[in-house]
């Protein structure tokens, strides 16, 4: 089992800043790939960026160049800068976290965190 607690969530104007912040109970290292997904109303759940126990990091291009995922080993966090927001990036934010075994992978979420961006 994987718990994970979001935070950093608010409102913020076009243009502003938000830091996200996902702690999980699980080591980072022990977990095969975290990331964070926003699902905007009436639309489905989307990637927005990952992050695997290696370090690679991987982006959706309407991020690219504006949010950096990155981790806190020592504090078992993953955090989300996002810088330049805009009002198309209101939604609800979702932690992610991949579990894997050799005979299983598994998926855990957190309770996700608003995000909206005023223009």
């Known amino acids: 089992q994987v718990q994970l607690v979001e935070s950093g969530g608010g409102l913020v104007q076009a243009g502003g800043s938000l830091r996200l912040s996902c702690a999980t109970s699980?080591?980072?290292?022990?977990?095969?790939?975290m990331g964070w997904y926003r699902q905007a109303p009436g639309k489905q759940r989307e990637l927005v960026a990952t992050?695997?126990?290696?370090?690679?990091?991987n982006y959706a291009d309407s991020v690219k160049g504006r949010f950096t995922i990155s981790r806190d080993n020592a504090e078992n966090t993953v955090h989300l800068q996002m810088n330049s927001l805009k009002p198309e990036d209101t939604a609800v934010y979702y932690c992610?976290?991949?579990?894997?075994?050799?005979?299983?992978?598994?998926?855990?979420w957190g309770q996700g965190t608003q995000v909206t961006v005023s223009s």
């Open positions: 699980r080591t980072i290292f022990s977990l095969y790939r």
């Open positions: 992050i695997t126990s290696g370090g690679g990091t």
């Open positions: 992610n976290a991949i579990l894997r075994t050799p005979t299983l992978m598994s998926d855990y």
